[in-house]
């Protein structure tokens, strides 16, 4: 980028808020996201939204690609810099400006951690539900960008079904808001769910009216064995059909199970084709209630082993065998792709079945685990990058457990995006319609294309 | 409209299935909204997706402007045919086809009437919670189309909530294809809610896919009077607080409470200030705890009498209240508007003191009743659209309720849809980006503007 630039972007910003050195670049040239980098030109800090107003006037002006950024959590290379340009630093923007217990909303910045804004709504008894694994360190900007999940979506949905209302810089700097605190508001296209899930393609979010729930009163954890997969399959189906929505409804496969047991000796099976673990929370009644009637379910459904816990020590250790997955997985291998292919619920035995067979296909390690009660499975490939042979074989087994997602009437994202990660598989699940209609939209809101470009709809 | 035409259209969907009579095509030149009416050219049924596509390019080509309609029941002008052209009369698409209670979703066509899928449902123990009240006359697609909320929508939200994926044909006549069955899909931008309550300006929604819910096991129903409003209003807030959402919360102001006594005669002291109807629904034990924790509240917030409904003859007996309202007030005169202006809940107390100084100072006659839990509420002005300065009177009124609204920080529509209604107060919510930003996406999806044009978001 040429110094003029660099320049005009520090009377912007304030010198000590704009990073050039290679070092610090560096830094920002990645995220969660293995396979993916690419150097930025400057990675820029604003304070305000005047200021990134002013940084986006610049950037469209001179065709300067902007990636708005957070904590660089995301696993789909949605926030990598790939053709260089202004990585928009969003972590100034760190304040709570309202919570609101009349309304049951909060207002505040997008680079407030998840978990301060929830520490700030407990306090009234009051939750927000997405819950990422990444919740003590990801931004509310970039898991409403991203439309982050989390353990409680079944019940709870992901962060889509609670943002409220949006502040929005446009490509071409000027503000947009949306919304309100309105729980019923039907005015208007929806321009707040438009710009969530964008993945920073159409505008830059400086704030974010978010809705809150109760908190529940009470929680109940319940984990059940299974020798045989597919009578895991129907308990999970079986649970619904009782007309329970378990906050929490997890599955994790024998290849999972196996790599957990030897990570955490938890005290797991290692034959047992699956494990569910489930959670309902509520009034102590209801929690009461349900819990007995999933108890039952698995049981009719031949579950081998159930363990319902009595207290919390149980409870968090029926839970440290789902928190141990992913890093027990990760441990196996330099290089770990979470993927979060997504089917309707009833096809979970299906895409569990599917993923073994491209990892025996292709040689590759692969351990499913994930929100089985939503059908959000996270197949886990864990590989080394350094080793081509290795890894065209690992492309080749994610490009079968996208494909059989999408033909099983799934989808390629459940709560982590499409980012670049996924998106050779777009046109397989939009159709060439689909996708000419998203671009459409970002060409009509970007004519420049400099909101991270490349991203969930392709070149533009 | 030249003959050529019609013989095209003809050669589409069949000789029977266009209208082109004077007498016929009155009766699709308005629809529930007065003083809004305009005949159209043609009123052309379609059988299936293939000739609504058909019937597009031909009228993309043509430039000839088209409008979706379902049964008419909308009270935003949605549907009139203001440019002449085109009626979509979309009642042939008229079948479910699928209910999933494995996934906890239907599939079915835009003609399907609101009441019919209900009633499909039901026998698996679910419900599809939008329940405007229409629901008997009204169309699935006419519904979400207007994004149609109801009774329910505190706990239950509007259609918005309940669309996982659509069908839709796009002005150039190419079929788009949203969502599905996933509980969890966050890829691409979210055109399922980008359609969904587009009121027909972005494409004809061909197809719908909805999420289901359990039906509650148990209801039970309260009425409140209350000779003061701000005690009512405080009431609203503090069962909130107190965290119940009761699935309805309605409040009928002095105006409504006369008019309402005076037509129905069920017993309401007619110097009440307000009259709070709640129902709280659940599983039984929960449902209990609630009722008793909203009397609590309401004796708390000075509620002069409370009743609470012990079997299904006496919760009829409360909701006949409620149901009178809109005849009542109808009754009075020729001529109703009923207006759906939306506040954050914590304001409904000033919107309804708003509304009463709106009535007085222009000498119109409004009764205010609706969905206080969720701000939502229903201004209903009566009057006589042959009385021209009468109507000038209440077009000031209108204007005065909707600037309030927007002035609390509420929104022009919780539950009806702009139209043509309450276009002319969109920039004052949205401001001139919002507008700008909103026209942007009609002009790049559909150029030639022939898509219910005028609506929503005005010319273009």
Redesign the interface.
């Known amino acids: 980028m040429e110094s003029r630039l660099i320049n005009d972007l520090k009377k912007i910003v304030g010198e000590q808020n704009i990073l050039t050195s290679k070092e610090d670049l560096l830094c920002y040239a990645y995220d969660a996201t293995p396979g993916f980098s690419h150097m930025p030109e400057a990675v820029v800090s604003p304070a305000d939204t005047d200021e990134v107003s002013r940084v986006l006037i610049l950037a469209n002006n001179e065709k300067i690609p902007v990636y708005p950024r957070g904590s660089g959590t995301n696993l789909s290379a949605g926030t990598v810099p790939t053709k260089g340009g202004i990585v928009l630093l969003m972590t100034r923007f760190n304040k709570i400006i309202e919570v609101?217990?009349?309304?049951?909303?909060a207002i505040a910045e997008p680079g407030v951690i998840v978990a301060e804004l929830n520490k700030a709504v407990e306090e009234f008894?009051l939750i927000y539900p997405p819950d990422p694994g990444t919740v003590t360190t990801a931004t509310l900007g970039g898991t409403v960008s991203?439309?982050a999940?989390g353990l409680r979506?079944?019940k709870y949905?992901?962060s889509?079904h609670y943002v409220m209302g949006l502040e929005v810089v446009?490509a071409d700097g000027?503000?947009?808001?949306?919304g309100?605190?309105?729980?019923?508001?039907?005015?208007?296209?929806?321009?707040t769910?438009?710009f969530?899930?964008?993945e920073g393609t159409?505008g830059v979010i400086t704030r974010i009216i978010v809705k809150l729930v109760?908190a529940p009163e009470a929680k109940k954890s319940m984990m059940a064995i299974f020798s045989n997969l597919d009578n895991a399959g129907k308990a999970i189906?079986a649970i619904?059909?009782s007309?329970v929505?378990p906050a929490t409804l997890e599955i994790l496969d024998n290849a999972t199970i196996r790599t957990v047991e030897d990570y955490a000796k938890v005290g797991l099976p290692i034959e047992a084709e699956a494990v569910l673990l489930i959670e309902v929370d509520?009034?102590p009644?209801?929690v009461e209630?349900e819990a007995a009637k999933v108890t039952e379910v698995l049981k009719a459904n031949h579950a081998d082993k159930i363990q319902v816990a009595q207290d919390a020590a149980e409870r968090d250790k029926i839970w440290a065998a789902r928190r141990a997955a992913l890093p027990a997985l990760a441990k196996l291998r330099p290089t770990t792709f979470t993927e979060d292919a997504?089917?309707?619920?009833?096809k979970v035995p299906d895409m569990i079945r599917a993923v073994n067979q491209a990892a025996a296909k292709y040689n590759v390690t692969i351990g499913t685990f994930g929100?089985a009660g939503?059908?959000?499975l996270h197949p886990t490939i864990v590989c080394d990058l350094r080793d081509k042979a290795e890894m065209e074989r690992v492309y080749q087994a994610m490009d079968e457990i996208f494909t059989t997602a999408i033909r099983l009437?799934?989808?390629?994202?459940?709560?982590?995006?499409?980012g670049l990660g996924?998106l050779k598989y777009?046109e397989d699940?939009?159709?060439a319609?689909?996708i000419?209609?998203?671009r459409?939209?970002k060409?009509?809101?970007d004519p420049n294309c400099i909101l991270n470009p490349g991203k969930?709809?392709g070149e533009c």
Chains 1, 2 share one sequence.
């Open positions: 609101d217990d009349a309304n049951l909303v008894g991203e439309n999940g979506g079944l949905g992901v889509k446009l000027s503000i947009l808001k949306t309100g605190k309105n729980v019923k508001d039907v005015a208007g296209y929806d321009l769910k438009l969530t899930g964008a159409l109760p189906a619904i059909a007309k929505i509520g009034i009644e209801v209630k997504t089917v309707p619920r009833s929100h939503d059908g959000n009437g799934g989808t390629l994202s459940g709560e982590h995006g499409i996924k777009m699940q939009f159709g319609v689909g000419r209609t998203m459409t939209i060409k009509a809101l969930l709809v």
